[in-house]
């Protein structure tokens, strides 16, 4: 059973566009939501993560928006770029331990 | 700096043999991991350690075992492997400052024949 659902599974952007992906949790025990992002060959690198008690988080063009009632959180990608292109992967950490649990991924592919 | 160095990169193992995947990080890191990758299905967590001589299951254990007798060595074991371990293998390990970020090897490509 995943306790993190991420969609889409793959998402095609042209250059400049918005780039956004969704996930959603049922675990209230999660306390923290990182996401990574992942280039083939190569392991997964922390991109950007927010706190339950925040809703929105911004680091450059990425944005992360959380609703803690919904138990939902979402990534944007603004003015998306081709070296955007990548594997994004959202995630749980479980409270008061180090265990990140993913959600399936999605596979970004940004066109110029 | 080499960070997580995992080894091999690429492993062909026939049904029932066994293997041992290395994971070694300098960080100085006490929490350790491995996660296994399958389309579809994202990374899940198969074992995880928070210090040397501390060992537990993640989501998906069964067919690996571990061990941790120092901080810096995390050796995944498959004591007979099958064909639905056939996966992309990925050791991390953080600090114990909260909320630190999973630091990624480059992961073991391991086929199952």
């Known amino acids: 059973q995943q306790q993190v659902k991420q969609s889409p599974q793959s998402l095609i952007v042209q250059k400049g566009g918005i780039s956004i992906i969704n996930c959603a949790y049922e675990n209230t025990a999660f306390d923290y939501f990182p996401w990574y992002q992942q280039f083939p060959g190569k392991g997964p690198a922390l991109l950007i993560a927010?706190?339950?008690?925040?809703s929105e988080k911004k680091e450059g063009r990425f944005t992360i928006s959380f609703n803690k009632s919904a138990k939902q959180f979402s990534l944007h990608i603004m003015d998306s770029q081709p070296g955007d292109s990548a594997t994004y992967f959202c995630a749980a950490e479980v409270k008061s331990t180090d265990k990140l649990i993913f959600g399936t991924g999605t596979r970004l592919q940004v066109f110029p | 700096n080499a960070g997580v160095t995992q080894t091999p990169k690429f492993q062909v193992l026939k049904t029932g043999q066994s293997m041992t995947l290395q994971c070694a990080q300098d960080m100085n890191h006490e929490y350790m991991s491995w996660y296994r990758q399958d389309p579809g299905m994202g990374l899940r967590l198969i074992h995880y350690?928070?210090?040397?001589?501390?060992?537990d299951q993640g989501e998906v254990p069964n067919g690996y075992n571990v061990s941790r007798s120092t901080t810096e060595d995390f050796p995944l074991r498959l004591l007979s492997a099958a064909p639905s371990q056939t996966s992309v293998y990925f050791c991390?390990?953080?600090?114990?400052?909260?909320?630190?970020?999973?630091?990624f090897g480059n992961g073991t490509r391991l086929t199952v024949t």
């Open positions: 927010i706190r339950p008690d925040v």
């Open positions: 991390a390990s953080s600090s114990p400052v909260l909320n630190s970020p999973l630091h």
């Open positions: 350690s928070v210090g040397a001589g501390i060992t």
